[in-house]
Nanobody
Framework: QVQLVESGGGLVQPGGSLRLSCAASGSILSTDAMSWYRQAPGKQRELVARIFRGGITNYADSVKGRFTISRDNGKNTVYLQMNSLKPEDTAIYYC???????????WGQGTQVTVSS
């Protein structure tokens, strides 16, 4: 199947930066879309960024211009570079992969991002 492992979360001050990584293993196609979601306390999980085949990306309006998603297909790893972080970005961030092999979504365990002074 597919396994996803996130890393890179932590505590950062407002205005700071973090880079999240998600390492994927298993039966993965280059066509599989990979995404970052986040869930803050008391809120629904939301899509943060997604990267498609060919490198096409989309972002939540709240993170446009601050976050960048990228993908290293050779390493089966997706990244989320987060700059100009705000307290509102505090959440658990989850890596997601939609598998065209198994026709289902896979999720990582999540990594905590806390933005605070």
């Amino acid at each position: 199947q597919v396994q996803l492992v996130e890393s890179g979360g932590g505590l950062v001050q407002p205005g700071g930066s973090l880079r999240l990584s998600c390492a994927a293993s298993g039966s993965i196609l280059s066509t599989d879309a990979m995404s970052w979601y986040r869930q803050a306390p008391g809120k629904q999980r939301e899509l943060v960024a997604r990267i498609f085949r060919g490198g096409i990306t989309n972002y939540a309006d709240s993170v446009k211009g601050r976050f960048t998603i990228s993908r290293d297909n050779g390493k089966n790893t997706v990244y989320l570079q987060m700059n100009s972080l705000k307290p509102e970005d505090t959440a658990i961030y989850y890596c997601n992969l939609y598998s065209f092999v198994y026709t289902r979504d896979y999720w990582g365990q999540g990594t905590q991002v806390t933005v605070s002074s």
